[in-house]
Antibody, heavy 115, light 107 residues
Framework: QVQLVQSGTEVKKPGASVKVSCKAS????????FHWVRQAPGQGLEWMGR????????NYAQKFQGRVTMTRDTSITTAYMELSRLRSDDTAVYYC????????WGQGTLVTVSS | DIQMTQSPSSLSASVGDRVTITCRAS??????LNWYQKKPEKAPTLLIS???RLETGVPPRFSGSGSGTDFTFTISSLQPEDVATYYC?????????FGPGTKVDFK
């Protein structure tokens, strides 16, 4: 069955970087974009950007331009999202999503930014 | 960016009630609209794609309609497990944008 399995909880200090991974299985990794979406506490869903796993081409939301980097490693069917210069308002659950829709979602990774 | 609005922001209903949520796009998006269900501590679940296509395995009490700028999401008979927040999402143009969500709970 299709699975997107994300890396575990992270606690970071302001100004640091975090890199979240998303391991895909059960479907052809290169068939669909990988999207990254976050949800801050008490807030709605926010799209951060996407990566084409075939070409590596990316599209980022303007809000995250310059701070986010999305990459992938096709040999291990894993996508990554790195967010730098973290602030307290980056505290959120980060999700990867892929498939048609996208309809496949990872379980989420909690990133807490606190001094 | 295409702005998505939803109404109402929250609603309370009884088991068996018909529930309707509307979603409006700031410009025409054809039928490039998804509906997601989001429960606390769970990843979003895609219920409806292309504005009206029910995803495999999703109960038929869920439905969607609309095109252009105005869309509707309906639960024909609310069930206890439907308590959640529902989001519309447009994918006609980048950046992908979500509506602010509609929280559905029981009276």
């Amino acid at each position: 069955q299709v699975q997107l399995v994300q890396s575990g909880t992270e606690v970071k200090k302001p100004g640091a970087s975090v890199k979240v991974s998303c391991k895909a299985s059960g479907y052809t990794f290169t068939n669909y974009f990988f999207h990254w979406v976050r949800q801050a506490p008490g807030q709605g869903l926010e799209w951060m950007g996407r990566i084409n796993p075939n070409s590596g081409g990316t599209n980022y939301a303007q809000k995250f331009q310059g701070r986010v980097t999305m990459t992938r490693d096709t040999s291990i069917t894993t996508a990554y999202m790195e967010l730098s210069r973290l602030r307290s308002d980056d505290t959120a659950v980060y999700y990867c999503a892929s498939g048609s829709g996208p309809g496949y979602w990872g379980q989420g990774t909690l990133v807490t930014v606190s001094s | 960016d295409i702005q998505m609005t939803q109404s109402p922001s929250s609603l309370s209903a009884s088991v068996g009630d018909r529930v309707t949520i509307t979603c409006r796009a700031s410009q025409g998006i054809s039928n490039s609209l998804n509906w997601y269900q989001k429960k606390p501590e769970k990843a979003p679940t895609l219920l409806i794609s292309d504005a009206s296509r029910l995803e495999t395995g999703v109960p038929p009490r869920f439905s969607g309609s609309g095109s252009g700028t105005d869309f509707t999401f309906t639960i024909s008979s609310l069930q206890p497990e439907d308590v959640a927040t529902y989001y519309c999402q447009q994918y006609d143009a980048l950046p992908v944008t979500f509506g602010p969500g509609t929280k559905v709970d029981f009276k």
